[in-house]
């Protein structure tokens, strides 16, 4: 079972991914946006390929990772965070993106509400419309057919609820 963890920018998605990991006695399949940004600097670019390669890295990730013989698989973030985030900045998603939002590559996905304080990060770029791209993250899981929950409130909370969830597949 692939649990994704998804959400807008400081919304407590590592946190709630290594609490679930931890809980279940597995390893969180890292996302590679961070690995990328800290590889390649901060400033990406639409026209540069980056997002298409940060999906392109997420998704060798998954494979990676999920060679590991364990029950549930946590993902630090997924493909929708790619979709939410082009189609903020720059107005559309790639075609590749798109694609993979599309494919099946989680059994459920946790969308984190941003109902918690802004954590500053140099990798993050925007505090002030986290409310609203949390609309969208709703409306591109529905639109794609995803089974997902929503988790809320202080991190026990979101682990709890997260956990009867998970436990419940």
Request: proline share 5%.
């Amino acid at each position: 079972m692939k649990i994704a963890i998804t959400g807008p920018e400081s919304s407590g998605k590592t946190t709630l991914a290594n609490a679930l990991a931890s809980h279940y006695g597995v390893n969180v399949i890292p996302e590679y946006a961070r690995e990328f940004l800290d590889e390649n600097g901060p400033d990406y670019e639409y026209s540069h390929g980056d997002l298409d390669d940060i999906a392109e890295g997420h998704e060798e990730n998954l494979q990676i990772f999920s060679t590991e013989k364990s029950r549930v698989n946590i993902v630090d973030t997924d493909f929708v965070v790619l979709k939410v985030w082009s189609e903020h900045k720059y107005g559309f998603a790639s075609t590749y993106i798109n694609e993979l939002v599309s494919e099946n590559h989680f059994d459920l996905h946790v969308l984190c509400a941003p109902d918690i304080p802004w954590e500053v990060d140099p990798l993050r770029e925007n505090p002030d419309d986290r409310h609203t791209l949390f609309e969208k993250y709703i409306s591109v899981l529905n639109v794609f057919k995803k089974d997902f929950i929503i988790v809320n409130g202080a991190p026990e909370e979101r682990l709890k609820k997260s956990i009867q969830a998970i436990d419940q597949f």
